[in-house]
């Protein structure tokens, strides 16, 4: 994924922007199993580890901070632990930029 994603909304500071990118990437290409898109919603399966609950969940709060139009759900049930990423209408081309990327990872 490139920094061409991140939209001008964005308050973190432009120097910070590739840092955040290449963490999605680097969470994404290590922990999706499955990926279901569609306008405006992105669900993932990610591994259920701790470890990776804890990083989604550290990801998407600081996320919210510098791009506010970003809601995610973590959801732990069943062994399985869900991220779901929505955004508005007018923010499509952020969530399918993320859903590119968490496509090519996807892990079996």
Same mark, same amino acid.
Do not use: K
């Given at each position: 994924?490139? $920094?061409?994603? +991140?939209?001008?909304?964005? $308050?973190?500071? =432009?120097?910070?922007?590739?840092?955040?990118?290449?963490?999605?990437?680097?969470?994404?290409?290590?922990?999706?199993?499955? /990926?279901?898109?569609?306008? @405006?919603?992105?669900? #993932?399966?990610?591994?259920?580890?701790?470890?990776?609950? @804890?990083?989604?969940?550290?990801?998407?709060?600081?996320? =919210? &901070?510098?791009?506010?139009?970003? $809601?995610?759900? #973590?959801? &732990?049930? %069943?062994?399985?632990? #869900?991220?779901?990423?929505? /955004?508005?209408?007018?923010? %499509?081309?952020?969530?399918?930029?993320?859903?590119?990327?968490?496509?090519? @990872? +996807?892990?079996?």
């Amino acid at each position: 994924m490139s $920094t061409t994603w +991140v939209p001008e909304a964005c $308050t973190l500071p =432009t120097v910070e922007q590739p840092l955040r990118v290449a963490e999605f990437d680097e969470l994404l290409a290590e922990s999706v199993r499955r /990926v279901e898109a569609e306008p @405006g919603r992105l669900r #993932l399966e990610l591994d259920s580890s701790p470890t990776i609950a @804890g990083r989604a969940a550290h990801l998407a709060a600081r996320e =919210t &901070v510098c791009c506010s139009f970003f $809601t995610f759900t #973590l959801t &732990v049930a %069943g062994g399985m632990l #869900l991220m779901e990423i929505t /955004v508005p209408e007018r923010h %499509g081309d952020v969530l399918d930029a993320l859903a590119a990327s968490a496509s090519a @990872g +996807v892990r079996s």
